[in-house]
């Protein structure tokens, strides 16, 4: 019996998932995509989970596209025609970066090595970043003929700016975790020994923390992004007035006056 592709354990109310093809970098292929896109789902209609951390085997957290997959490796006939790479794009990516922005708790990325292409901008596409100072994010597209996915194109610019994102696209060059924190493309660079016990801590921080509202706050920003200051501004008017009904406002005020801890349990 074949390994799992997707190792998942949970403690307390944060579940852990490790891409687990270790002996590939934990490159994407069809089969692991979706195993990690049904995973997500699970979790999403799981009340017990509170906060997702995802991760990898061994010692890369995702070198991308595994290229020998057949819906995108080109066929070896000179006569063949082309592979349609949107394929690929609309049945597994699109839909992973859909789920992962939209999951009702917060996903933390722990990326223990490297994180090449579409494995970086999954990480990207994370709430919060922490990194193994080993660790490097690299937009390696470029290198094969393409540009970058899995939303990269429209992460990129919003985190580091058109120069940055230019130039990490363009030449498509190795950056290391320290430079990625003081770029503002991620967010806490940590020693390699240290990642597990501060993304745990990072993601059981989040958990105790009233999830309906971060996950609020995420969708708040995005959203924002593409609106004027006048229709943030109705918008921001909406969504409290949405969170000041929810348990979870009435119990953190009671707690504060309280002066205890607040038990959140909206989700």
Same mark, same amino acid.
């Given at each position: 019996?074949?390994?799992?592709?997707?190792?998942?354990?949970?403690?307390?109310?944060?579940?852990?998932?490790?891409?687990?093809?270790?002996?590939?970098?934990?490159?994407?292929?069809?089969?692991?995509?979706?195993?990690?896109?049904?995973?997500?789902?699970?979790?999403?209609?799981?009340?017990?989970?509170?906060?997702?951390?995802?991760?990898?085997? $061994?010692? *890369?957290?995702? %070198? /991308?596209?595994?290229? &020998?997959?057949?819906?995108?490796?080109?066929? =070896? @006939?000179?006569? +063949?025609?082309?592979?349609?790479?949107?394929?690929?794009?609309?049945?597994?990516?699109?839909?992973?970066?859909?789920?992962?922005?939209?999951m009702p708790t917060p996903v933390?990325?722990?990326?223990? $090595?490297? *994180?090449?292409? %579409? /494995?970086?901008?999954? &990480?990207?596409?994370?709430?919060?970043?922490? =990194? @193994?100072?080993? +660790?490097?994010?690299?937009?390696?597209f470029s290198k094969i003929g393409?540009?970058?996915?899995?939303?990269?194109?429209?992460?990129?610019?919003?985190?580091?700016?058109?120069?940055?994102?230019?130039?990490?696209?363009?030449?498509?060059?190795?950056?290391?975790?320290?430079?990625?924190?003081?770029?503002?493309?991620?967010?806490?660079?940590?020693?390699?020994?240290?990642?597990?016990?501060?993304?745990?801590?990072?993601?059981?921080?989040?958990?105790?923390?009233?999830?309906?509202?971060?996950?609020?706050?995420?969708?708040?920003?995005?959203?924002?992004?593409?609106?004027?200051?006048?229709?943030?501004?109705?918008?921001?008017?909406?969504?409290?007035?949405?969170?000041?009904?929810?348990?979870?406002?009435?119990?953190?005020?009671?707690?504060?006056?309280?002066?205890?801890?607040?038990?959140?349990?909206?989700?």
């Amino acid at each position: 019996m074949s390994d799992p592709l997707i190792l998942s354990s949970q403690t307390g109310s944060v579940r852990t998932l490790s891409l687990n093809r270790p002996q590939s970098l934990n490159s994407l292929n069809s089969v692991l995509l979706q195993a990690l896109l049904d995973e997500l789902d699970r979790i999403a209609s799981d009340a017990t989970v509170r906060c997702v951390v995802l991760t990898g085997a $061994g010692r *890369a957290f995702c %070198a /991308g596209q595994d290229l &020998a997959d057949p819906l995108v490796a080109p066929d =070896a @006939a000179s006569d +063949a025609a082309p592979k349609d790479l949107g394929v690929m794009i609309e049945r597994f990516y699109q839909p992973l970066v859909q789920r992962i922005r939209s999951m009702p708790t917060p996903v933390v990325a722990a990326v223990n $090595g490297v *994180a090449a292409g %579409a /494995g970086a901008n999954i &990480a990207l596409n994370c709430d919060i970043v922490i =990194a @193994a100072r080993g +660790a490097s994010f690299i937009q390696a597209f470029s290198k094969i003929g393409l540009a970058p996915d899995t939303g990269g194109t429209w992460l990129l610019p919003r985190l580091v700016g058109r120069a940055n994102a230019l130039g990490l696209t363009l030449l498509g060059d190795k950056l290391s975790a320290e430079d990625a924190q003081r770029m503002g493309l991620i967010w806490r660079c940590v020693d390699d020994a240290a990642l597990h016990d501060e993304a745990q801590a990072m993601a059981q921080r989040l958990a105790a923390m009233p999830t309906q509202a971060l996950v609020a706050t995420r969708r708040a920003l995005d959203s924002a992004q593409l609106l004027s200051m006048e229709a943030a501004l109705s918008a921001e008017t909406a969504l409290q007035r949405e969170l000041g009904f929810a348990h979870d406002y009435n119990e953190g005020v009671a707690a504060f006056i309280a002066k205890r801890t607040p038990a959140f349990t909206d989700r």
